[in-house]
């Protein structure tokens, strides 16, 4: 009796109150398991490509060697090279062709098709099924709309006894006919967008609105617009991106030509490295792609923000 009164007694938990597990400061490295998988890919096929090519730009390299370090060498050549000035040029003029008119039509028509008839839902899929195709059948059908003399287009100007444009072979022209083509294939996303960021706004603020006899122009610039702000930046970054990377439809369009005037930057990169076998030419090329991309969409992602900051 005397030796279990002596006993050291242990303090009893009250009860509904849960312990902590022993270790529960111990360090979370296991939660890494979680996202080892993706690191592990965007390591290796964005972060290890990105670094590497960064490091040939700066050397003399071909296939089979890296070869001496050259400094900025590769750069100076790119800039004393008239084909890489054009191409550089080229891809400004499809972007400024292209981002604006994918982002105005995709308002255009997400506005016209944001209604819950039947009408409306064949119509968006009909605009949003070009998207799924590859770039190899969108280049085949607008080729055979704009082959002189037996294309689409030439049959309809037949009709009219008039001489349809050159798309494909006319130097001022082969730049418009590719924006025209990727346009129709790309203008699927840029609606879809817009008719999720219309959906979203409450039907409360419209009511309210034909309270006050607001016309349908008031509402869409007081209402719709401010509303979908974000969504507008979101569709002209996304589409700088991708149309900053036009090679598909250069290359099996025109082949860069008529006289590389529909060359762009991809393209020629493409040229140096994979068929000159130019790798520290190509790389530093790339490089400057990729910091025209960046300064490009933030460039439009400051100015519009500064612009909603202000209003």
């Keep these: 009796m005397a030796d279990r009164l002596t006993m050291p007694q242990t303090a009893m938990p009250a009860a509904g109150v849960r312990t902590p597990s022993a270790d529960i400061y111990?360090?979370?490295?296991?939660?890494?398991?979680?996202?080892?998988?993706?690191?592990?890919?965007?390591?290796?096929?964005?972060?290890?490509?990105?670094?590497?090519?960064?490091?040939?730009?700066?050397?003399?390299a071909d296939t089979f060697s890296s070869g001496n370090f050259i400094g900025l060498g590769n750069y100076v050549r790119l800039f004393h090279d008239k084909v890489f000035l054009q191409s550089v040029w080229n891809t400004f003029y499809f972007v400024l062709l292209t981002v604006?008119?994918?982002a105005l039509l995709g308002l255009f028509l997400a506005l016209c098709l944001n209604r819950r008839?039947?009408?409306?839902?064949?119509?968006?899929?009909?605009?949003?099924?070009?998207s799924v195709l590859s770039v190899t059948i969108v280049t085949l059908i607008w080729r055979i709309v704009f082959i002189p003399n037996v294309g689409l287009l030439s049959t309809i100007y037949g009709w009219f006894g008039a001489t349809a444009p050159a798309f494909i072979s006319d130097p001022s022209l082969a730049m418009i006919g590719i924006a025209i083509a990727t346009i129709w294939w790309c203008i699927g996303l840029p609606m879809m967008l817009f008719l999720s960021a219309l959906q979203q706004i409450p039907q409360d603020i419209y009511e309210a609105a034909a309270l006050d006899n607001a016309s349908r122009w008031q509402t869409l610039r007081s209402i719709t617009l401010p509303s979908i702000k974000r969504t507008f930046i979101?569709?002209?970054?996304?589409?700088?991106?991708?149309?900053?990377?036009?090679?598909?439809?250069?290359?099996?369009?025109?082949?860069?030509?008529?006289?590389?005037?529909?060359?762009?930057?991809?393209?020629?990169?493409?040229?140096?490295?994979?068929?000159?076998?130019?790798?520290?030419?190509?790389?530093?090329?790339?490089?400057?792609?990729?910091?025209?991309i960046l300064i490009a969409a933030m460039a439009q992602y400051l100015v519009t923000r500064s612009r909603g900051d202000q209003t």
């Design 117 to 130: 008839t039947r009408t409306a839902a064949v119509l968006r899929t009909l605009f949003f099924s070009s």
């Design 26 to 60: 111990a360090p979370q490295w296991r939660n890494f398991m979680f996202v080892a998988p993706f690191l592990f890919f965007f390591t290796t096929l964005l972060v290890f490509p990105l670094l590497w090519g960064m490091w040939l730009s700066f050397h003399k």
């Design 100 to 102: 604006p008119t994918l």
């Design 234 to 292: 979101l569709v002209v970054i996304i589409q700088i991106v991708l149309q900053f990377q036009l090679f598909g439809q250069a290359w099996l369009m025109t082949r860069g030509g008529p006289n590389n005037l529909t060359k762009p930057i991809v393209l020629y990169i493409y040229d140096t490295a994979f068929r000159r076998w130019d790798l520290g030419l190509g790389a530093a090329a790339s490089e400057i792609l990729f910091i025209l």
